[in-house]
């Protein structure tokens, strides 16, 4: 009977905090920027060349892959996934970085439960709603819905 290899989870020294950030572990986060007064909750993974910025909540059971950046005062609810392989090629990119692509989140964005993210953009203003899969960018703040999420509403900005 063999043994099996155990990966350290936690908190790797090359993260760059903030003032004020809060996590609750477990949590797995290496390689990315966590701005002032962040808050993480449990069971969340945060991957290298992310940005979280200012006074953002994510909330337990949340996977942010590299190359997300999400803006200051956002909500990313419980068992949100991004996502930054598209299977261009049929398939996993298998280690090839160069097939993923960004995702860029904007500022005052309300991220739904258990909804998925592809690599597009998403400006200021927007609320995803629970469980919607968003596969393209976002350029006109409001609400969005559905699979694939579409606007159901405008919103007003309140700064």
Same mark, same amino acid.
């Given at each position: *009977?063999?043994?099996?290899? #155990?990966?350290?989870?936690g908190?790797?020294e090359?993260? @760059? $905090?903030?003032?004020?950030?809060? &996590?609750? @572990?477990?949590?797995?986060?290496?390689?990315?920027?966590?701005?002032?007064?962040? #808050?993480? +909750?449990? #069971?969340v993974?945060?991957? !290298? /060349?992310?940005?979280?910025? =200012?006074?953002?909540?994510?909330?337990?059971?949340? $996977?942010?892959? @590299?190359?997300?950046?999400?803006?200051?005062?956002? $909500?990313? +609810?419980?068992?949100? *996934? #991004?996502?930054?392989? &598209? $299977?261009?090629n049929?398939?996993? =990119?298998?280690?090839?970085?160069? &097939?993923?692509?960004?995702?860029?989140?904007?500022?005052?964005?309300?991220?739904?439960?258990?909804?998925?993210? &592809?690599?597009?953009?998403?400006? /200021?203003?927007?609320?995803?709603?629970?469980?919607?899969?968003?596969? !393209?960018?976002?350029?006109?703040?409001?609400?969005?819905a559905?699979?694939p999420?579409? !606007?159901?509403?405008?919103?007003?900005?309140?700064?």
């Amino acid at each position: *009977m063999t043994s099996p290899s #155990f990966k350290y989870i936690g908190i790797r020294e090359d993260v @760059e $905090f903030g003032k004020d950030v809060v &996590l609750v @572990e477990p949590v797995n986060i290496y390689g990315c920027n966590i701005s002032d007064s962040v #808050f993480i +909750g449990p #069971f969340v993974e945060i991957q !290298k /060349d992310v940005r979280i910025g =200012a006074r953002t909540k994510i909330q337990s059971h949340t $996977f942010i892959c @590299e190359l997300v950046s999400i803006g200051a005062d956002c $909500f990313v +609810g419980h068992g949100v *996934m #991004f996502v930054n392989d &598209l $299977f261009s090629n049929g398939g996993p =990119a298998r280690g090839d970085k160069t &097939l993923w692509k960004s995702t860029i989140i904007g500022n005052h964005v309300s991220i739904g439960s258990n909804a998925t993210i &592809l690599p597009v953009e998403i400006c /200021d203003y927007v609320v995803i709603g629970a469980g919607s899969v968003v596969t !393209k960018s976002i350029t006109s703040s409001g609400i969005y819905a559905g699979n694939p999420a579409v !606007k159901i509403k405008d919103i007003e900005q309140n700064g």
